[in-house]
Nanobody, 114 residues
């Protein structure tokens, strides 16, 4: 299983970014894919996930601002982040579960600064 996240960068408060996570090594369309983040000095936390049936769940802190989506043909999960705040700054990771193990991408840095 391989997960490759990209799309992070530096953005001003109120700005937008779209993260992508491409996947290989498992039956992508059957899996739930998730995004997590780890702010500096803090523990990793849940951001959003999307099921094989395209049902979505979000952390309260990002509801209404972030949108998770998936493209089963491209084997990619996306996280559209709008109205970014200082507190959204973190390393963002994509995750999936396969054969009762969690697999993580390498993380992509999101910096929110004016």
């Amino acid at each position: 299983v391989q997960l490759q996240a990209c799309g992070g960068g530096l953005v001003q408060p109120g700005g937008s970014l779209r993260l992508s996570c491409s996947a290989a090594g498992f039956n992508f369309r059957l899996n739930t894919l998730g995004w997590y983040r780890q702010p500096p000095g803090k523990q990793r936390e849940f951001v959003a996930n999307i099921t094989s049936g395209h049902s979505t769940n979000y952390a309260d802190s990002v509801k209404g601002r972030f949108t998770i989506s998936r493209d089963n043909v491209r084997r990619t999960v996306y996280l559209q982040m709008n109205s970014l705040k200082f507190e959204d700054a973190a390393v963002y990771f994509c995750k999936t579960e396969y054969r009762n193990r969690d697999f993580w991408g390498q993380g992509t840095q999101v910096t929110v600064s004016s």
